[in-house]
């Protein structure tokens, strides 16, 4: 099949999702087309089946907001004339859903037909889709779509709750290439370049937005640090840094945190991490907690949205209620601070991973991309 993805280039979740599933696809004999803003960050293998179309967005100076949504449907609807693509996945209802419509419709009007899958991921939905001024455009994208998937049962719920949908709704959770990890294994973990023998390492990765609430995770770790010898490393960047940085200093543990930047080294800062905090108020699954997970990285996290369904209560780490600070200490100095419990907890977290493994979701992708080209040729056939 010849498949559009188009998602947000950039360190979220859904555009890490969008990549690895573009790029599984490809290795499953797919041509894949990324449609983007910028070259996705995890996009570093681009081969004769995975292209990557720049979509520009002219700057011109009458305009305040520069029209991306324009931009990109009128760079859909080029891209699927020219390479002939045959299915449309869209990442991330604001603004994609939007301007898939938008490109379908064009090409109708020139006699083409492409089915379009819209995937909620979260905070489209949860935050910025929920707003009134972005709703309506919205609610009529993800009717308008031909299937919408989630990436939750949450999400599911969340979405059913707050928008009028008319359409059914497919749960495909999100995934993890479990083969990648086990090549790897933790040969060139470099710990003692991070941490003292005797020190734990907690780590957290995000985009420091407000909804990930980091002054909790620094909370937890001052708490934690007084009881057992640790290091913090934060890894992302994003709006609450700056107030993040400021906490580290109230609290004095300056030498204890380390604020990494946003990696492309993820699975070699994990590697060497006993323990992942994801203090969130909102995650409609939490990936950067499965990339832990898979990792064989615990977590401790807040129990919001999806994530009860990725972290396993007492197995793969600990759920505790949004901003119960003290909670989520006692729960963290549970797994770090008996060696053999912190073995089981590493053990679990991987086994845990390993049932979100890729080969089970591409195939769930692909069956949804083959039942609307088959009912595309199905109409066309009865015309
Ligand atoms: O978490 C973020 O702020 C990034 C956001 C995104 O759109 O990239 O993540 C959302 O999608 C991820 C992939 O499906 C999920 O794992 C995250 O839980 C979700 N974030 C929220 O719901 C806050």
Redesign the pocket.
Known sequence: MKIGIVC?P?F??????ATELGLALSKRGHEVHFITYKQPVRLDQLSSNVKFHEVHVPNYPLFHYQPYELALSSKLVDMVKLHEIEVLHVH?AIPHAYAGYMAKKMLEEEGITIPMVTTL????I??VGNHPFYKPAVTFSINASDVVTS?SES?KKDTLELFNIKKNIEVIP?FIDVSKYDRKGFKDCQREMMAENNERIITHI??F?K??RIQDTIKVFYQVQKRINSKLMMVGEGPEKEKAEKLVEELGIEDKVMFLGASYEIDKILCFTDLFLLT?K???????A?EAMINSVPVVSSNA??LPEVNKQGVSGYLCDVGDIDDMTEKSLLIIEDPEKLKEFKRNAKKVAETFDINHVVPKYEAVYQNLLEKKSIKKMEY
């Open positions: 947000y950039t979220g979740g859904s555009g890490v999702v991330y991921h979260g905070t489209d949860t935050l990436v999400l999100n995000s985009n937005r909804v990930k969130s909102r995650e409609s699954f939490g990936l950067a499965l949205g999806g």
